[in-house]
């Protein structure tokens, strides 16, 4: 079958920015970053509650509803608040407008200082039939906007792909070395780790009735504490890094989120919170940390639809799904966490950084999860920058649990003067990560490849030394192996080796080949000999020349043989004219020249010996030329130099 190549997949940005016009005036700058009043509650170190008066911005969704903590307002009542807000300075904050202090813990808790685990909760009959979308995630007929699965793609995705948006809540921590009223901490603290490889946990959908039309505090609560039944999280050990996500169905208004004034889009909160309407939820399995998610895509623009994309449906409900998980993770049971007093009410991470503007200094953007998809997010806030945090170095927390392998290859040898080529190869037990390499002890005039593991160069001394190679996630942690290595001088004999390196081009780069764009290919158009990898000459259909070469010096005395693998695919139709042609050189010596006449339905090994060339450097290089109609590709793979 004939395949045309288009080139470097196109990838596009999601960088629309919504337009916010409707808030004309509303104060949403990043100057006064100030959001949401989250709650009224305090915690002590033992971990008794005191309760203060209601939140003190009568605009706040919180007044008078203190059990609405980390509460997203709608954005015309978030430009309700901060236009209360600028005419009542802040009298109690702690070392500025924004930090965050230490709350004491709740029953010993303050933060999620271990994996985070977030279970959803599709509450109510009213989502429809279920069945499993392409992705293997629960979908619902009454969910046209695919919230569900955009719900669990992002939760799958935090702690993949390298992403750095979790990364400040590993300034956060908890534990008997932490005072409270502290802004930072001690080296000695439990900290919240860096989420390595996705926080989803579990998926219900309890459709056993219709969920209510405008559930109370006290039911979501009662919810959340069927939810942990439901998943086996039946102590108050399992549920210790545990959340419940209570997502409502289309049309639902629970905790009258719906109302216009004062208008919300989310809330977390805890089962055992005495302020919840209804009261609090009776648990026999420990503390239940939940959230109420409303199915904001209802309230349109209000609840962040379109904030950072266009049409960006989902914008506001990834936004606000992700600015509740961030308080759970720092704030599990509110206030004993990291919050801060202002104007009477006490403001968490997410809260201080709410709808801030795309393109502004800490506004919300889209946020790539490794393979889960890119996702609207916001910013939360970090006390050790003194800024909303889009993106964050890792700084005290280390990942849970995960492990990096690094694969021994054994003892190597070589002589030296003679190139030498060995990948290393290393894994990790977490999903969607970017491994670091590093090694010490090569011998002279080696080096490793930082990104892909390959040890290359041509060495210059001769010896024996012990090498160890070291491979690094993104959450620092590390894995190691070590061998010796020696390298004898010239002129000691041949030993029989392969010299090219990377021969199968399985690093998915080409070095040390050098090559067009391109030609280095794991796409599944053109399969490889072996492996994923190979290189793919020409195969455009239009006038085009592809190179791919590689020097390598051959030790004087030796025998050398050069093979490769070669599948030639061609649209060309004619049996008399090679329009498309490979030729194979030996530094300016052509060994071979192949053409769209030559093609094969499978690979065929090519065969040279390359004798002649002992005690030299030879740079092998291919040439694919293609005409200006129909495409002919030349495959390469499984390329080897012997010596013996």
């Known amino acids: ?5 288009t080139g ?6 999601l960088t629309g920015v919504a337009s916010l016009s409707f808030l004309a005036g509303a104060l949403l700058t990043a100057a006064a970053p100030h959001a949401v009043a989250a709650t009224a509650t305090e915690q002590s170190q033992s971990g008794s509650v005191a309760h203060s008066n209601n939140p003190a911005n009568p605009n706040s969704p919180a007044y008078q509803h203190a059990y609405r903590h980390g509460v997203v307002p709608t954005i015309p009542q978030q430009a309700m608040m901060q236009s209360w807000a600028a005419g009542h300075p802040t009298v109690d904050a702690v070392t500025g407008p924004n930090t965050l202090k230490y709350g004491g813990g709740v029953h010993g808790v303050g933060v999620q200082s271990g994996h985070s685990k977030v279970y959803l909760v599709f509450y109510g009959n009213q989502w429809g039939a279920q069945s499993v979308d392409a992705n293997g995630n629960a979908k619902f007929s009454g969910d046209a906007n695919g919230a569900a699965g955009a719900a669990q793609q992002m939760f799958k995705g935090i702690g993949t792909g390298n992403e750095l948006w979790s990364a400040d809540l590993t300034q956060w921590c908890d534990g008997p070395n932490v005072a409270t009223g502290a802004t930072s901490c001690p080296a000695n603290a439990a900290f919240v780790p860096y989420q390595i490889g996705g926080v989803l946990s579990g998926v219900w959908y309890d459709n056993a009735a219709a969920s209510p039309s405008a559930a109370t505090g006290h039911q979501l609560g009662v919810e959340a504490v069927s939810a942990a039944a439901h998943f086996g999280n039946t102590t108050a050990a399992s549920n210790r890094d545990a959340y419940y996500v209570i997502l409502s169905p289309p049309g639902a208004n629970p905790d009258n989120y719906l109302d216009v004034n004062p208008g919300f889009c989310a809330w977390h909160d805890w089962n055992g919170d005495t302020d919840l309407t209804g009261g609090a939820a009776a648990s026999p399995y420990g503390d239940i940390a939940f959230s109420n998610q409303p199915y904001n895509i209802d309230r349109g623009a209000a609840c962040g639809v379109g904030a950072v994309n266009s049409p960006g449906t989902l914008d506001g409900w990834t936004i606000t799904l992700g600015h509740e998980w961030h308080e759970t993770v720092s704030d599990q049971f509110p206030s004993g966490g990291w919050t801060n007093l202002v104007n009477g009410q006490n403001e968490e991470n997410s809260d201080e950084c709410v709808w801030l503007p795309p393109g502004t200094p800490g506004g ?21 920058t003194n800024s909303c945090a889009i993106s964050h170095p890792i700084v005290g ?5 995960n492990t990096v392998t690094v694969t021994n290859p054994g003892s ?3 002589t030296v003067g003679t190139a030498a080529s060995l990948q290393i190869s290393a894994s990790d037990s977490a999903s969607g990560q970017t491994l670091t390499y590093s090694a010490t002890g090569l011998p002279a005039g080696l080096s490793i490849n930082s990104a892909t593991g390959l040890i290359s160069g041509t060495p210059t001394a001769a010896g024996t030394s012990s090498v160890t190679v070291t491979a690094r996630d993104i959450a620092n942690v590390t894995g190691s192996t070590s061998f010796s290595w020696t390298e004898s001088a010239t002129g000691g004999g041949c030993t029989a080796r392969q010299l090219l390196g990377n021969p199968g081009f399985e690093t998915g780069t080409a070095a040390p080949w050098t090559a067009s764009a391109d030609v280095v290919d794991n796409s599944s158009s053109e399969a490889a000999h072996s492996g994923s990898w190979k290189s793919w000459l020409n195969g455009y259909g239009y006038a085009h020349t592809d190179t791919l070469s590689q020097a390598v010096s051959v030790p004087a005395g030796c025998k050398a043989t050069l093979t490769f693998w070669l599948h030639i695919d061609t649209a060309e139709t004619t049996t008399t004219s090679a329009y498309d042609t490979l030729k194979l050189q030996a530094n300016s010596t052509t060994l071979a020249t192949y053409s769209n006449l030559n093609k094969n339905t499978g690979y065929a090994r090519k065969t040279f010996d390359l004798s002649a060339y002992a005690g030299q450097t030879v740079t092998l290089k291919f040439t694919g030329t293609e005409d200006f109609s129909y495409q002919t590709s030349f495959v390469i793979d499984d390329t080897a130099l012997n010596v013996s």
């Open 1 to 5: 079958m004939a395949f045309v190549r």
């Open 8 to 13: 470097t997949a196109a990838r596009t940005a």
């Open 364 to 384: 919300m953007a889209n946020i790539t999860f490794g393979s889960f998809g890119t996702w609207a997010e916001q910013a939360s806030w970090s006390n050790d």
């Open 397 to 401: 927390g280390g990942s849970t649990g």
């Open 412 to 414: 190597q040898s070589g």
